[in-house]
């Protein structure tokens, strides 16, 4: 069919007209490369990111109302938007017109690092704004719920949420009666603000108001266009798709006989993944627009009738405005509705997704149908033929043809009935993460009584994510009606439904046992609460409910947060305009806020420009039979498809690579998502389809190791082996009370940096001469893997980095190959070429951290002395060595955190298997390391009856002392860290409200662990530590400084330009940074290991003093005069007013023969104590609360160090808790995207966070006695982890079992579920190990 209409909307207050517009393009890429408005960002294109997300505005002609919402760019085909008036960050402000009030304060409040996901951010905050001028916090928390940040931490956005909300100063938590503003808090003692310490970070007397008469006004051409009664159906249609958009009912109908196949779509939020993902491709699609009748809200007799194109956040407002109307007895399914909907996604999705849309897409996982299902629901179906009304019950989900949409019919509206007297609803959901993230186990639950009997009259139990479709248990609850509610019936009705709804050890989703406790724990929560509610109508028949228990029935959420922070004020006798030691904002804040930061993938089109893809291994260890690339290479756009043949004698080893690696694989494949082919096409969508018609003839080898424990079977390691060895252990061993054996494994980490890998080559065109603009943290070595694939000498090809959208440690290695293979392609061809991964092929091609397997023997006397430790450390390096033996290594050196062991050995692997190669990630080994090491000291605690804090103490370093590898070593400071988190933290008062606390409740348990902080900082070598500089000065006066370090998000060019700021009395306004480039400094080292600013500020302040020095002279003749005075008169006196800087490198070295050296330059010290609630029912827990001491030297930035902090401790909460790769027996890696793999949203951070540096002390050969903070929050993490673990045991041991408690990391909701063990993991069935294949295997 032809496409024939015009598209038009509004884009920012400009009208966008479009006559052959093609309907698979989604707003994303049409405002990005159409529009060239590249602030709104691609972070997953799957709804999972927010970093995409926009405002979207329609006027609804029968209500005149404008609606505002905020929607994922990723998702909306542009034909959906007729009518409508998009705004993106662009159209809300910029530095060259006005910023908005949003855009200032998420600058000024330092809640941008990176900035990737700050547009996303913005937007979500702006379009709260346009409907709620002074939100609420819950507002404001739910508004962020679908947006998500890999660098803060959240902490400070939600701090620049909070100033637009009535009663800002305020944390708003009444829970327990009390807020922030009542003194002393959970024992908090107040800090005192004086001239020592800081408490802000920020002024708010700056800000601009909101003003919300400022704002762009919808669009009056859009009004008057809706208001036309003369519509007719619209039609867009490219050569593959067609487009049909219907404005009338009858049109619609008429469309779906026409094509009775073709989806409905109406928020695409379903059908657009399964197009993206699942490779379903529809020819037609119908999408009506604004159809009255599909939009009905009617309160009827029975119910609540919702029409099918009712969004799920206007049916959340509508259920919530109901529920306060009528009485609680009526609405008891609405509630229970409204619970989920809470937590359904994010405000984008729910905002889009229509509730139509949901019910028929019918997703095993469906949070609304499980509920929709058991409160007896119809659906009201429309076709040509007439009207008709269906159920919506077990057959309707299962897609039973008989129960089921005819093809032609419509779905118009749901019935939602009223709930009766006596009559009970409820909603339970368990997910990795609490919001945002689809359940893993969720249920619908009903029951009715006869009036005042207590016995059952009606019973239904639905549950998703636990087979293909919804499942209803309705045998087993027709078994039990006329069964009185009691204990009784809730044990057979356990054991029915075990029965009724069971599942296969090998079930999709794996978690087989903790979906099975789900089913009968909801079950019981559901009896508890119903018992509950019976008891408060009729106290006489209902037994009351044991207050201990009561603790089952609240669920565990996070709505409010508060923080505070202490931080030294700049020194006094500093000179005012000396920036150093004052919270300077990010110098790309603003930038990021108005979406004017260039990334990569942000530059402009170059003329000619190709687009690169890969094609990627799907076996996990295989010979390569045959590639054949014909058909591929058949399709329009195709320019060329390179496999390794195309690379003779350069598609072998280089730098980090090993002799097994290979740009592109050509005889044999170790790992699934291994590079075998790359397409290279006019555009992305060409190279893209092209990629897909690449046919690859695998023959299986064996053997196939994924794992570490078949890694060490295989005696499959990576050489050399690595040990470590102080004092004696076998002798101390002899010595002690006590020893005890034991290991731990602790599971991977995705980087998930928001940008995904990017690049863009651009060939001269004269001498050989090569660009390569790139997003990575070691440009010399891109250069280097570049000039060698091309043959040509460094000087001919230049890789530049403008900022990174995030890296820690995965824009290293990675990034080189891609971009050799890039610039190879760019060469071959003379043209331009571009290559971004899409979010799923980042993770599975990138690796991440190591996954570890910990083994330790401890001998240890009975006061919790540990005198000798023997450990194992393994790790999962993957198929290609890259940095895994340097992991390995730092690990060792870095195992013992704070504790003196007198006698330790340590050996280390690395552990080659068939999975992508893993490599560096933020804290590089450490982690891991310092994860197994003290949960080598909690099982020594538990076995000395000791607290773990108590034995963390007695083996702590004692000030001056010596290291395992003989460094000299002053930890003052670490015990002083220690000291003041335990007073900060009032944390013998808090373990004391936390026993009582576990001794009054049985479902809930509250745990509490402090963990010390020793984190090393240097690189191994001097070399590694080497940095340049270059400092000009132009005859205005102003400074352009360049020098080795990349802008990753942690404000490494802030800082520089502070240093430059104080070394030259400069104002910060004079200074400018560009990027980094190796045509300015060549030969960098990478950015990474916590020392950029170190390393290269010390490079800057050298290059300023080479200037100073020349200048004196002339700065002496007129102390009085300006830099233009100066720099002009040391031009007229022909003095250089250009210098490079230089530092050596710390000095630093390690013998591996002997295990002794200095590799380390100085020490970070901390120590954070974490408190956590655990739901014993469904493995849920609650952060209530963090306390972070930290030792950072004389902070050059208070802002954006404990930016680093923070945002690492996120990440590492992430890391123990709830981030969880998973991979099939096949080495396939599922979680490849945010809908899959949960890295920490808004709901996991602390409510409470507290974080205060140490007053400052001398470290004589830092940069002004800084410290480098990079990675060592991420360790502080582990707080969480042994706080749940602290949970755990207590509920274990109320339960009679007091044994040894092991724990993997992370500690997941299944974990700790499984592990709080009751009657309900004790009854459900166990299958054999080996009698079925799992899903997972873990790694
Ligand atoms: C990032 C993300 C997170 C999510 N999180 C959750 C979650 O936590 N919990 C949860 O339950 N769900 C979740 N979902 C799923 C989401 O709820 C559904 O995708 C959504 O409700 C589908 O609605 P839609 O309007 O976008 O459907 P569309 O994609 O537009 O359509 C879906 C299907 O419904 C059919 N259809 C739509 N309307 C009609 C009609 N009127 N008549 C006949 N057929 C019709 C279409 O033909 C199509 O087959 C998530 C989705 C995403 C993308
Ligand atoms: S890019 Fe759209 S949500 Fe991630
Ligand atoms: S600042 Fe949020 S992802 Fe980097």
Request: charged share 20%.
């Amino acid at each position: 069919m032809e496409g024939g209409s015009e598209l038009l909307f509004y884009v920012n207050g400009r009208k966008v007209t479009e006559k052959n517009v093609d309907p698979e393009t989604m707003l994303l890429p049409y405002l990005r490369k159409k529009l060239r408005l590249t602030g709104t960002k691609y972070g997953c294109g799957g709804g999972g990111c927010g970093a995409c997300t926009v405002m979207i505005s329609r006027y609804n002609p029968i209500t005149k109302k404008i609606r505002h919402y905020p929607a994922n760019a990723c998702l909306t085909p542009i034909c959906s938007l007729y009518g409508a008036a998009v705004t993106t960050v662009e159209g809300i402000g910029s530095t060259k017109t006005r910023i908005h009030p949003v855009q200032e304060r998420i600058a000024k409040c330092h809640g941008t690092q990176c900035g990737f996901c700050t547009p996303g951010m913005v937007m979500s905050l702006y379009t709260l704004l346009r409907n709620h001028p002074e939100p609420t916090l819950t507002q404001l928390n739910d508004a962020l719920g679908g947006n998500l940040c890999r660098c803060t931490g959240y902490r400070p956005i939600i701090n620049a949420c909070k100033t637009f909300c009535k009663t800002s100063g305020c944390c708003q938590s009444k829970e327990n009666g009390v807020c922030c503003l009542d003194q002393g808090m959970n024992g908090l003692p107040e800090f005192e603000e004086g001239n020592e310490t800081s408490l802000k970070l920020f002024s708010e007397e700056e800000f601009l108001p909101l003003d919300p008469t400022q704002e762009l006004i919808f669009p009056p051409e859009l009004m008057t266009m809706a208001e036309k009664k003369t519509q007719k159906t619209r039609i867009f249609g490219s050569d593959r798709m067609t487009w049909i958009s219907p404005v009338t009912l009858k049109e619609l109908l008429e469309a779906k006989v026409k094509y009775p196949q073709a989806p409905v779509v109406m928020g695409n939020t379903s059908v657009g993944p399964d197009m993206k993902f699942k490779g379903i491709f529809h020819p037609v699609i119908i999408s009506p627009d604004r159809i009255e009748e599909l939009s009905v809200v009617n309160y009827t007799d029975n119910g609540l009738t919702l029409g099918a194109a009712v969004s799920l956040a206007e049916v959340k407002d509508i259920l919530a405005n109901v529920t306060r109307k009528l009485p609680e007895e009526k609405t008891q399914m609405y509630h229970a509705l409204l619970k989920h909907l809470e937590t359904l996604a994010g405000p984008q999705i729910r905002n889009m997704a229509s509730l139509g849309g949901h019910i028929v897409s019918r997703h095993p996982d469906s949070d609304l149908n499980p509920l929709l299902a058991v409160g007896n629901c119809t659906l009201n179906l429309l076709s040509k033929e007439g009207r008709r009304q269906i159920p919506l019950n077990e057959q309707f989900l299962r897609k039973c043809p008989s129960a089921d949409l005819k093809p032609e019919e419509i779905l118009i509206s749901v019935n939602i009935p009223y709930s009766r007297k006596w009559e009970f609803v409820s909603a339970f959901r368990q997910a990795q993460r609490q919001q945002n993230a689809l359940a893993i186990v969720n249920s619908g639950m009903r029951v009715c009584f006869g009036k005042g009997d207590g016995i059952i009259r009606e019973l239904s139990i639905a549950y998703g994510g636990v087979g293909p479709t919804t499942i209803l248990a309705n045998n087993s609850c027709q078994k039990l009606i006329g069964r009185p509610w009691n204990e009784e019936m809730l044990d057979a009705a356990c054991r029915l439904i075990l029965d009724e709804v069971s599942l296969p050890g090998s079930a999709p989703g794996g978690r087989v046992e903790f979906k099975r406790t789900l089913i009968v724990s909801f079950l019981f929560k559901f009896y508890l609460e119903v018992s509950q509610i019976l008891k408060g109508m009729d106290l006489v028949h209902y037994p009351s409910l044991a207050s201990k228990y009561e603790s089952a029935l609240e669920d565990l959420h996070s709505r409010h947060y508060w923080s505070t922070l202490k931080y030294q004020n700049a020194d006094l006798k500093q000179l005012s305009q000396d920036p150093i030691g004052h919270p300077i904002m990010h110098l790309s804040g603003i930038k990021h806020a108005t979406g004017e930061a260039i990334y990569c993938d942000d530059m402009p089109v170059v003329d000619r420009e190709l687009f690169l893809t890969f094609v990627t291994s799907s076996r996990a260890h295989a010979k390569i039979v045959s590639i054949d690339v014909s058909a591929a290479l058949s399709l329009p756009g195709v320019v060329d498809i390179l496999t390794g043949e195309h690379l003779p004698g350069i598609n072998t080893t280089f730098g980090f690579l090993t002799d097994a690696d290979q740009l592109l694989s050509t005889d044999e494949v170790s790992c699934v998502g291994q590079l075998v082919c790359a397409v290279i096409a006019d555009s992305e969508v060409q190279a893209r389809r092209a990629a897909q018609q690449v046919k690859i003839v695998y023959q299986d080898l064996e053997p196939v190791i994924l794992t570490i424990e078949e890694a060490i079977q295989n005696k499959s390691f990576f050489e050399p082996e690595r040990k470590l060895e102080y004092g004696n252990v076998d002798e101390a061993f002899k010595m002690v009370d006590q020893i005890l054996e034991g290991e731990i494994h602790m599971g991977g980490q995705e980087h998930f940096y928001m940008e995904t890998q990017s690049m863009l080559v651009v060939p001269k065109g004269e001498d050989r001469e090569i660009d390569v603009y790139v997003s990575a943290q070691f440009p010399k070595y891109i250069q280097d893997i570049t000039a060698s694939v091309l043959k040509v000498s460094a000087n001919k090809v230049m890789c530049h980095v403008k900022r990174v959208g995030g890296a820690f440690g995965g824009k290293v290695t990675k990034t080189g190959v891609l971009a050799a293979i890039t610039a190879f392609a760019a060469n071959k061809h003379g043209r331009p070429v571009r290559c971004i991964l899409e979010r799923g092929e980042d993770i599975l091609i990138t690796g991440g951290r190591h996954p570890y397997l910990g083994k330790y023997k401890a001998g240890f006397m009975n006061d919790g002395r540990i005198l000798a430790l023997d450990m194992e450390h393994y790790n999962n390096a993957g198929a290609f060595l890259d940095e895994s033996l340097f992991v390995i290594e730092m690990g060792l050196l870095k195992l013992e955190n704070a504790y003196k062991f007198p006698n330790l050995r340590c050996r280390g692997w690395a552990c080659r298997t068939n999975l992508p190669s893993n490599t560096a990630l933020r804290g590089f080994g450490f982690p891991q390391a310092g994860l197994i090491t003290e949960a080598c000291i909690t099982e020594v605690a538990a076995k000395c009856g000791l607290p773990p804090e108590k034995v963390r103490m007695i083996n702590m370093y004692k000030e001056i002392d010596q290291t395992p590898y003989k460094q000299e070593i002053n930890t003052k400071n670490l015990t002083q860290c220690w000291k003041e988190c335990m007073a900060t933290s009032s944390y013998t008062l808090r373990k004391a409200a936390v026993e009582k606390f576990n001794s009054e409740n049985y479902w809930k348990k509250k745990g509490l662990a402090m963990v010390p902080l020793k984190y090393p900082i240097g690189l191994g070598s001097v070399a590694a530590g080497q940095a340049a500089a270059l400092v000009h000065i132009y005859l205005d006066g102003s400074v352009l400084v360049t020098h080795g370090g990349i802008e990753m998000g942690q404000g490494v060019h802030t800082k520089m330009i502070q240093v430059v700021s104080r070394e030259l009395r400069m104002p910060l306004s004079s200074i400018h940074l560009r990027g980094t480039s190796t045509e300015t400094i060549p030969n960098t080292n990478p950015s990474g290991g916590s020392v950029v600013a170190d390393l290269n500020g010390l490079a800057v302040k050298d290059a300023c003093q080479t200037l100073l020095k020349r200048l004196k002279p002339i700065i002496s003749k007129n102390p009085k005069g300006t830099w233009k005075d100066w720099a002009q008169a040391a031009f007229n006196e022909s003095i250089s007013l250009s210098a490079t800087g230089y530092f050596r490198g710390y000095e630093s070295n390690i013998n591996w023969e002997t295990g002794e050296g200095h590799p380390f330059e100085y020490f970070v010290y901390g120590a954070a104590c974490s408190e956590v609630e655990i739901d014993c029912l469904t493995g849920a827990h609650k952060n209530i609360r963090t306390d972070i001491v930290m030792d950072v030297g004389y902070s050059i930035n208070p802002a954006l160090d404990v930016g680093q902090i923070e945002g690492a401790f996120i990440q590492g909460m992430g890391l123990y808790t709830i981030e969880e790769l998973n991979y099939s027996p096949q080495g396939v890696l599922y979680t490849r995207g945010p809908n899959q793999y949960k890295i920490p949203a808004i709901c996991d951070i602390p409510m409470e966070l507290h974080i205060s540096f140490l007053p400052p002390s001398e470290n004589s050969n830092t940069l002004y006695s800084s410290k480098g903070l990079g990675e060592s929050g991420i360790f502080l993490g582990c707080s969480v982890f042994f706080a749940i673990h602290d949970a755990i045991r207590a509920a274990r041991q109320e339960r009679g079992l007091p044994g040894p408690l092991r724990l993997n990391s992370p500690l997941t909701p299944e974990k700790i579920r499984m592990a709080c063990e009751d009657k309900f993991t004790k009854m459900i069935p166990r299958d054999e190990p080996g009698s079925y294949v799992p899903w997972s295997v873990p790694i």
